[in-house]
């Protein structure tokens, strides 16, 4: 709880030079960011490997970080962005790499989780993991009210299996754990 702590500070003091959250955001560090990120918690197993797309402040990657005892790759374009994700991983002891890069130009061996919160379209989400998860892995997206559009289009490209883990507390958003991704119309053989 104290490392939490820690990141919560450290991210409202950064905040003020490089917008890691929305000013209204900043209010609700706790319920709106934090919380939604440690909904993951349960689905990572302790001493996973996990890439996190798209880390930016932080959400979910170093708050999972801190939480699960994982080793977590972290990837984010915005260079202000990475300097806040280095330094706070130093600061709160996440076994964290940065990966100041595009999604689409990272390269590295795949991981069995993939995580990423409030970033693209399902298609584009899966599409971006897919090469960056293994064959028997899980990609889990925390995602919001328009969920069964974006599964809808999501499935005209993507044959996937897909669990939805809702919890009724949290009614607008849901976490969905896709795995045994391949493009629709490609069978294994």
């Given at each position: 709880?104290?490392?939490?702590?820690?990141?919560?500070?450290?991210?409202?003091k950064w905040?003020?030079?490089?917008?890691?959250?929305?000013?209204r955001?900043?209010?609700?560090?706790?319920?709106?960011?934090?919380?939604?990120?440690?909904?993951?918690?349960?689905?990572i197993?302790?001493?996973s490997?996990?890439?996190?797309?798209?880390?930016?402040?932080?959400?979910?990657?170093?708050?999972?970080?801190?939480?699960?005892?994982?080793?977590?790759?972290?990837?984010?374009?915005?260079?202000?962005?990475?300097?806040?994700?280095?330094?706070?991983?130093?600061?709160?002891?996440?076994?964290?790499?940065?990966?100041?890069?595009?999604?689409?130009?990272?390269?590295?061996?795949?991981?069995?989780?993939?995580t990423a919160?409030?970033?693209?379209?399902?298609?584009?989400?899966?599409?971006?993991?897919?090469?960056?998860?293994?064959?028997?892995?899980?990609?889990?997206?925390?995602?919001?009210?328009?969920?069964?559009?974006?599964?809808?289009?999501?499935?005209?490209?993507?044959?996937?299996?897909v669990?939805?883990?809702?919890?009724?507390?949290?009614?607008?958003g849901?976490?969905?754990?896709?795995?045994?991704?391949?493009?629709?119309g490609?069978?294994?053989?």
């Open positions: 709880m104290s490392r939490l702590r820690h990141f919560e500070s450290m991210l409202l905040n003020a030079r490089i917008n890691l959250v929305s000013a955001d900043a209010q609700n560090i706790w319920t709106r960011h934090i919380a939604d990120s440690l909904r993951l918690m349960p689905l197993p302790s001493g490997r996990v890439i996190d797309l798209g880390s930016g402040g932080g959400f979910p990657g170093l708050i999972i970080g801190i939480a699960c005892d994982i080793d977590i790759t972290l990837v984010e374009s915005d260079q202000r962005k990475c300097a806040f994700l280095r330094e706070a991983a130093r600061a709160c002891a996440v076994n964290a790499k940065v990966i100041c890069d595009r999604i689409e130009s990272v390269s590295l061996p795949p991981a069995p989780i993939i919160r409030a970033l693209a379209s399902l298609d584009r989400l899966i599409g971006w993991s897919a090469p960056l998860l293994q064959p028997d892995g899980v990609a889990l997206f925390l995602k919001g009210k328009n969920v069964d559009e974006e599964l809808h289009n999501a499935r005209r490209i993507w044959d996937m299996r669990e939805i883990v809702n919890e009724p507390a949290r009614p607008e849901v976490i969905l754990k896709v795995s045994h991704i391949q493009r629709a490609i069978k294994d053989g």
